[in-house]
């Protein structure tokens, strides 16, 4: 079992950056392909970035492309999202999902494909 916690969401006008954070604890997370999803008010959840855990592969959503950065420290468990040139279609609450997986080089990018989720951390931006 992972349990997974995301912090680091908030308040910020546009063009602004924040960075969000996804602690992992109960396993080991160096084996876990992780990503962000997010989910707007009224819209489904959708993918933002995923990473494998060797971190050499990534995946971006054409939203995220250019502005955001998923990396991690799998010494202290944690994934990052580092989001620049933030806009108003930003504002969703962010989700950290993971799932094990076998090879270094596996990435995820379906929310059926996750297994493990953290409560979100919510992401405002404003105009």
């Known amino acids: 079992q992972v349990q997974l916690v995301e912090s680091g969401g908030g308040l910020v006008q546009a063009g602004g950056s924040l960075r969000l954070s996804c602690a992992a604890s109960?396993?080991?997370?160096?084996?876990?392909?992780a990503a962000w999803f997010r989910q707007a008010p009224g819209k489904e959840r959708v993918i933002v970035a995923a990473?494998?855990?060797?971190?050499?592969?990534?995946y971006y959503a054409d939203s995220a492309k250019g502005r955001f950065t998923i990396s991690r420290d799998n010494a202290k468990n944690t994934v990052y999202l580092q989001m620049n040139s933030l806009k108003p279609e930003d504002t969703a609450v962010h989700y950290c999902a993971a799932v094990r997986a076998s090879w270094g080089g596996t990435i995820y990018t379906k929310e059926s494909d996750f297994h493990y989720w953290g409560q979100g951390t919510q992401v405002t931006v404003s105009s």
């Open positions: 990473i494998s855990w060797s971190g050499r592969t990534t």
């Open positions: 109960g396993r080991t997370f160096g084996s876990y392909v």
